[in-house]
């Protein structure tokens, strides 16, 4: 009589145990919604980060690029957890399992399934609110996208391994190039017949030569102008 009121007992709490697990508890997020997930929010960060390296000046594009950073912030925490805190087999195996999985367990198996989906607050209506507000966010962005056009790309101090790969690139000087460069290419307005006049000064033996001889080496100066004459201080001495 024991044994029979032992099992009945046992059986009872295994029966409630799963009831309870499938009446309340989330269920885990697929996979697929799971890489799904990765793949948005690289998307956005590669546009973050495309947009940090220039040099924004409107208040609208920093107040949109700081609601981005907050919707991937989100996302990784969401991301983190949900890869932390779910098994590979529950994520590729429970919709095939379904209710069925769980009446089968015994009472230390579905205790532990409790114990541990209970510590995870995201299931897969949290994870397809994600996925949503991503999609809004990425269809958001190419009028941004465009107008960060608009901005410069950064310039940065080039290694001295520069030399090994690229030909006629003048060491530690490609932000004063571009600036020469910008300062060629300007269009005068067509009513003006001033020259503009862009002093280089500084000591002897720096580089001033060498700058504006790759400046005007460059394609985009060439292709600008139909005619380049570069003189130098013996030009000038000999007439």
Same mark, same amino acid.
């Given at each position: 009589?024991?044994?029979?009121?032992?099992?009945?007992?046992?059986?009872?709490?295994?029966?409630?145990?799963?009831?309870?697990?499938?009446?309340?508890?989330?269920?885990?997020?697929?996979?697929?919604?799971?890489?799904?997930?990765?793949?948005?929010?690289?998307?956005?960060?590669?546009?973050?980060?495309?947009?940090?390296?220039?040099?924004?000046?409107?208040?609208?594009?920093?107040?949109?690029?700081?609601?981005?950073?907050?919707?991937?912030?989100?996302?990784? !925490?969401?991301?983190?957890?949900?890869?932390?805190?779910? /098994?590979?087999?529950?994520?590729?195996?429970?919709?095939?399992?379904?209710?069925?999985?769980?009446?089968?367990?015994?009472?230390? @198996?579905?205790?532990?399934?409790?114990?541990?989906?209970?510590?995870?607050? !995201?299931?897969?209506?949290?994870?397809?609110?994600?996925?949503?507000?991503?999609?809004?966010?990425?269809?958001?962005?190419?009028?941004?996208?465009?107008?960060?056009?608009?901005? /410069?790309?950064?310039?940065?101090?080039? /290694? !001295?391994?520069?030399?090994?790969?690229?030909?006629?690139?003048?060491?530690? @000087?490609?932000?004063?190039?571009?600036?020469?460069?910008?300062?060629?290419?300007?269009?005068?307005?067509?009513?003006? !017949?001033?020259?503009?006049?862009? /002093?280089?000064?500084?000591?002897?033996?720096?580089?001033?030569?060498?700058?504006?001889?790759?400046?005007?080496?460059?394609?985009?100066? @060439?292709?600008?102008?139909?005619? &380049?004459?570069?003189?130098?201080?013996?030009?000038?001495?000999? &007439?």
């Amino acid at each position: 009589m024991e044994a029979i009121t032992s099992g009945i007992m046992g059986e009872l709490a295994t029966r409630s145990l799963s009831f309870l697990i499938d009446r309340y508890l989330k269920p885990a997020p697929s996979e697929v919604g799971i890489k799904q997930l990765q793949w948005m929010l690289l998307r956005v960060r590669l546009t973050i980060e495309e947009a940090e390296g220039r040099c924004i000046t409107s208040q609208a594009m920093l107040h949109q690029l700081n609601i981005l950073r907050r919707v991937v912030y989100k996302g990784y !925490y969401m991301l983190d957890s949900l890869i932390l805190r779910i /098994p590979e087999e529950e994520i590729s195996g429970e919709k095939e399992h379904g209710v069925s999985h769980f009446l089968s367990l015994s009472i230390s @198996r579905a205790a532990k399934r409790f114990c541990f989906r209970t510590g995870c607050k !995201y299931g897969t209506e949290s994870l397809e609110k994600m996925l949503e507000s991503l999609e809004i966010t990425i269809a958001g962005m190419s009028e941004f996208l465009i107008v960060l056009r608009n901005y /410069p790309p950064p310039m940065f101090r080039q /290694p !001295y391994s520069t030399y090994m790969f690229i030909e006629k690139c003048m060491f530690g @000087r490609q932000l004063e190039m571009e600036r020469v460069i910008n300062f060629l290419l300007h269009e005068e307005p067509p009513v003006h !017949y001033d020259f503009g006049v862009l /002093p280089i000064v500084g000591p002897g033996k720096v580089g001033k030569t060498t700058l504006v001889e790759h400046a005007q080496f460059d394609e985009r100066v @060439r292709s600008h102008f139909s005619h &380049v004459i570069f003189l130098s201080d013996n030009d000038f001495r000999e &007439v």
